[in-house]
């Protein structure tokens, strides 16, 4: 073949190919960003998170993220769910997590945070006991060079430069839906009404929030007015202590119970039938959570409504870890998609629960 054959082949076949392949190269898909990503539940069901290992040649770190997470207790179901959601997540992101159980105590969240600075992690995470007290230490995280996401609960700080961003609920907007159930519930009933109230954890954002938010929404109607509300710290036993009390007086007997978690709920309704009182007939009740336990109870008509707090925000919690790694600016308030139930949508959704 002659010099000029040679160069009218390399031009008509060898550049043709090459810019096919580099064009190939350049149109790779980028990750999905955060505003993308769903909270549903991870494929891979694992039990623990993987150990700190050397990333594989060609990947972005040196090694793999190293997330600390200060979870507030075990309290309930849904706390449950949401301690299997994140270690689930971490184990299918690759993610590195050190896991650490408050037992409800603020203190050992601190103790907790002030390890994982020690062994420097990449991001902390935290879900909040209560909402108050936090600017101390979250400086000392700062000072650190570590950024914070809070996790489920908010917390009140004037600096809220203290962390990057918020993931969860609106506890505000769940008890609106709360209470928009209960004005149509009643619309055709004449009061006075008595509304007993199972408050959650004092000072926590969920019972803070979730009980101004029924609270301002039922003033439209004065003749509903709360007879009772207590703490019951979200839990069955302190549930079904407290209804007890709210049952002393059978002349002061509530026509509706909003408890602000399913677990509260629960133990409510077992003291409601040893009383001989029919939940869900004798005495509506309103429930915030969405647990299969509470659809369940649904389905046997006792419970009215539950709204919905999502738990599984593992996969959230995980795309914001990658994110703020790689230098991206998220939101200040990640929210979960959520729902309101009845009675009459129980049947069909109660196996889907994954909690």
């Known amino acids: 073949m002659d010099t000029h054959n ?13 810019l096919l392949v580099l064009t190939g190269c350049s149109e790779a898909s ?5 505003s993308t990503l769903q909270a549903q539940p991870p494929e891979t069901t694992v039990t623990q998170a993987p150990a700190a290992a050397e990333a594989e040649p060609g990947e972005p770190h040196a090694r793999k993220i190293v997330l600390g997470f200060s979870q507030l207790g075990s309290e309930s179901d849904w706390r449950i769910a949401n301690t299997r959601s994140i270690q689930e997540a971490a184990q299918v992101a690759g993610i590195t997590l050190l896991f650490s159980n408050a037992e409800q105590s603020q203190e050992k969240q601190f103790e907790a945070i002030r390890s994982f600075v020690r062994q ?3 991001v902390i995470a935290i879900a909040p006991v209560i909402q108050s007290g936090w600017e101390p230490i979250l400086k000392e995280v700062k000072q650190a060079g570590i950024p914070v996401i809070i996790m489920d609960r908010s917390i009140d700080v004037k600096d809220t430069s203290l962390y990057v961003s918020f993931i969860g609920s609106d506890f505000y ?4 839906k709360a209470a928009k159930y209960l ?10 009404i008595a509304i007993a109230e199972l408050q959650g954890t004092v000072g926590s954002a969920p019972s803070v929030d979730r009980g101004k938010g029924f609270r301002e929404t039922i003033k439209a109607r004065e003749d509903l007015q709360i007879v009772y509300s207590a703490p019951a710290d ?3 036993e302190k549930g079904k202590a407290v209804m007890k009390t709210f049952l002393q007086d059978p002349g002061k007997r509530p026509q509706v119970l909003f408890a602000h978690n399913d677990d509260m709920a629960l133990g409510a309704i077992e003291v409601i039938e040893e009383a001989g009182l029919s939940p869900g007939k004798d005495i509506i009740i309103i429930s915030v959570d969405g647990t299969r336990k509470a659809f369940e109870k649904m389905v046997e008509g006792k419970i009215n409504c539950v709204v919905e707090c999502n738990p599984l925000l593992g996969p959230l919690l995980m795309q914001a870890t990658k994110e703020i790694m790689e230098g991206r600016t998220l939101p200040k308030r990640i929210m ?6 009845t009675q009459v949508m129980a049947a069909k959704e109660v196996e889907n629960r994954k909690y």
């Open 6 to 18: 040679v160069r009218k082949w390399f031009l008509c076949v060898y550049i043709p190919l090459l």
């Open 183 to 192: 004005l149509d519930k009643m619309r055709e009933t004449s009061g006075p």
């Open 336 to 341: 979960s998609p959520e729902s309101v139930y």
């Open 234 to 236: 979200f839990t069955v």
């Open 120 to 122: 420097k992690v990449d």
């Open 173 to 176: 907007e769940e008890g609106v």
């Open 30 to 34: 980028p990750p999905p960003s955060i």
